[in-house]
Every structure is written in structure tokens, then in C-alpha cells.
């Protein structure tokens, strides 16, 4: 899917904020074991263990934080490690609080960064059009906490429980609420697959509640008896911080006294 820019985007003021998130996230990536860095090995084996303890120390592990206090070694002993040979280490030291914030600057793969980064550059700059810079920053961030934190209150128990959720899509998923509710009626080019990915223009509000339906369907909380989807996939996540962020603004835009959208933000490109 891809969204062509506004030209009221173009003609306001340069979306700093949403530059320096990417700008931020894609240098945490490029400095740590999935990145750049030759200081975690150079064998693919040694850097993928490497990035496993990278994300137990910086992301956030749901049972750390529902008890605020980091896992032990002897909690660790008992959970099957994610690779064979790498076992978990505890990270003594940690601030559970503070991980549920770095968290959202981690990611696990370049695939997972770029995908992410997409959807900020895309719906990014309409959304902080339209806050501001500050209130867009705090908007981003309180919907990442959100979602991290709804998060491990449903996966407080099992193998999910000790496992590091990564990742910007929490947050990103509540731009993606908050422009759905402050652009509605903005047209979305996205390419059809079965059309032989033939680009159609749609509304917003067809495209990302069609996101939002397939992230809900996905969820296992909401389908118990549906397999899991596998490590890295935290649907629950974006289905939380979606709606925070819709509401969010649903709830606090007229009180805030945010401008009125630009008539049709999308017609042209």
C-alpha cells in the first residue's frame, strides 16, 4: 500500500518531527547487532544472538512490566529460548518503565524498520500538520506506551509473557487512528493485489478500517482457538494503540482547537 504526499503538506511547514522519529530509528537500528555495527560478530549466527539479548535489554518484556522489576536468571532458566544455543540472559540493571519507551525505537529486522517507517512518512506529516510539533510528539509517544503496555496486560501469561516486544508499530498504528479521524474523506492510492497490484484510489476510511479490521482479526486475544501468528508479530499491539489514537482525537480535537483539515488532502499529488 501507498499513499501519495498532499500538496498542503508540501506548502506547510517541514514535518520535523516526523523526520527526526525515522531519522532516530533508522540510526538505533544501524548502531545495534541488526544493523551495521561489526562490533556484534560477523557471523549471521553471532550477530542473530546478539540481537536477541539486544532486544531482552531494550525492549519491553511484558512480565517486567506488570511487576516493574526486570526477569531473573532463574525465571529465564525455565523459558525455551527463541534460538537454539542462545540462551536468555537477565538483564540486571534494567528499568522495565523505560524499556516500554526504548522499545519503540528497536527493531527487529530491516524489513521491520523500513515497513514502519513507511507508514510514518506516509500519514505522518498530515497528523503533525495538524497538532503541531510538540503535541504530535507527545501524541506519538503516548500512543506507543499505550500499546505496549495494553499489550502485556493480555500477554501477562505463557511463552508471550517473556518475550521482548519490539518495535514503532504501536505507535505508528495510533497515527494511523489519529489521521483517520482528522482525514477521513483523504484519498488513499493503494495497489489491489488481486488486480495485479493495479493502483486505485480509495478513501481513508475504506483502507485503514480495513487495516484495522484485519490487525483485530489477527489478534489471538481475539480469536483464542486461532494458532499463533508467531515472535514478532504483536497484532494486539496496533489494534491498541489504533483505537487510542482515534479516540484520542475524536475525543480532544475540538477542545484542543486544532485547525480545520485542508478540504480534501488527497485529491492531487
Not at 547487532?33 to 535489554?57: E, I, K, T, V, W
Not at 507508514?119 to 505522518?124: A, I, M, P, S, W
Request: hydrophobic content about 50%.
Amino acid at each position: 500500500m501507498s499513499v501519495s504526499p498532499f500538496r498542503q503538506v508540501l506548502r506547510s511547514p517541514a514535518p520535523l518531527v516526523t523526520y527526526l522519529l525515522i531519522a532516530v530509528n533508522c540510526l538505533v537500528f544501524l548502531a545495534g547487532p541488526s544493523g551495521l555495527d561489526p562490533a556484534y560478530g560477523s557471523r549471521p549466527a553471532d550477530r542473530a544472538c546478539a540481537a536477541q539479548r539486544y532486544q531482552q535489554r531494550w525492549g519491553a518484556v511484558p512480565a517486567e512490566l506488570l511487576t516493574d522489576r526486570p526477569l531473573t536468571a532463574d525465571r529465564l532458566a525455565g523459558a525455551a529460548p527463541p534460538l537454539p544455543g542462545c540462551p536468555l540472559l537477565a538483564t540486571p540493571g534494567k528499568r522495565p518503565w523505560l524499556s516500554a519507551l526504548t522499545a519503540l525505537f528497536v527493531h527487529g529486522g530491516w524489513l521491520h524498520l523500513l515497513g514502519n517507517m513507511l507508514f510514518l512518512q506516509v500519514f505522518g506529516p498530515a497528523v503533525e500538520q495538524r497538532l503541531g510539533r510538540a503535541r504530535f510528539l507527545l501524541f506519538y509517544l503516548a500512543a506507543g506506551l499505550l500499546a505496549v503496555y495494553g499489550y502485556a496486560l493480555t500477554a501477562h501469561a505463557g511463552p508471550a509473557a517473556l518475550r521482548p516486544l519490539v518495535g514503532a508499530s504501536g505507535a505508528i498504528a495510533g497515527v494511523l487512528g489519529g489521521y483517520l479521524r482528522l482525514y477521513p474523506r483523504a484519498r488513499v492510492t493503494a495497489l489491489v493485489p488481486v488486480l495485479l497490484f493495479l493502483p486505485l484510489r480509495f478513501p481513508a476510511w475504506l483502507v485503514l478500517g480495513l487495516w484495522f479490521a484485519v490487525q483485530w482479526w489477527s489478534a489471538p486475544a481475539m480469536r483464542p482457538q486461532a494458532p499463533q501468528a508467531g515472535p514478532g508479530v504483536a497484532y494486539l499491539a496496533h489494534v491498541i494503540g489504533f483505537a487510542g489514537g482515534f479516540l484520542a482525537l475524536w475525543v480532544g480535537a475540538r477542545r484542543a482547537g486544532y485547525p480545520d483539515p485542508v478540504p480534501n488532502p488527497g485529491a492531487s499529488s
